[in-house]
């Protein structure tokens, strides 16, 4: 009994060593290469203006932010694929989203382990949020990833 009861002991340990590991693991790429990433593999381009990142009521709250763009006019299945897909770079899912089917823009909420700070919105945790909105003028679709939250115009 002593053996199996040690056997149990040490799977139990071992499995919530990996879970801890993982989670720095996540935690340090998310900080470090995860926006190059995510706009990377989504052909998204970083634009110079990074208007997102430098607005003051990001930078007051502490959020970071990254803007870029895709050309022309993408579908709401393509944005919602887009988003999906940063938030899998991220290591995290979608929790909700906002969008109008008529609407030049789409809202996506998600939540990952890999980020440390947590806003509860409607009762869910929220970390993540990538929002796409078409600019008509450029012919481009402007998109912004925040974390926790982009308090920024879109």
């Avoid at 801890?20 to 790429?29: D, G, K, S």
């Avoid at 995860?34 to 990001?58: K, S, Y």
């Avoid at 998600?110 to 929002?131: E, F, P, Q, S, W």
Wanted: proline share 1%; charged share 25%.
């Amino acid at each position: 009994m002593k053996t199996k009861f040690k056997i149990i002991l040490t799977a139990l340990v071992l499995l919530w060593s990996i879970a801890f590991v993982q989670t720095l693991i996540t935690r340090f790429y998310v900080s470090k290469s995860a926006f190059t990433q995510a706009f990377a593999r989504n052909q998204i381009l970083v634009t110079e203006r990074g208007e997102a990142a430098a607005d003051t009521r990001n930078t007051k709250e502490g959020n970071l932010c990254k803007e870029g763009i895709i050309a022309g006019k993408l579908s709401n299945e393509k944005k919602q694929q887009v988003a999906r897909d940063i938030f899998r770079e991220f290591g995290g899912a979608e929790v909700m989203s906002s969008q109008a089917d008529d609407a030049d823009y789409y809202v996506a909420y998600g939540y990952t382990m890999g980020i440390d700070k947590v806003k509860v919105v409607n009762g869910r945790k929220i970390n993540l949020n990538v929002a796409m909105s078409y600019d008509e003028k450029e012919q481009v679709t402007r998109v912004i990833v925040g974390t926790p939250l982009i308090n920024s115009d879109f």
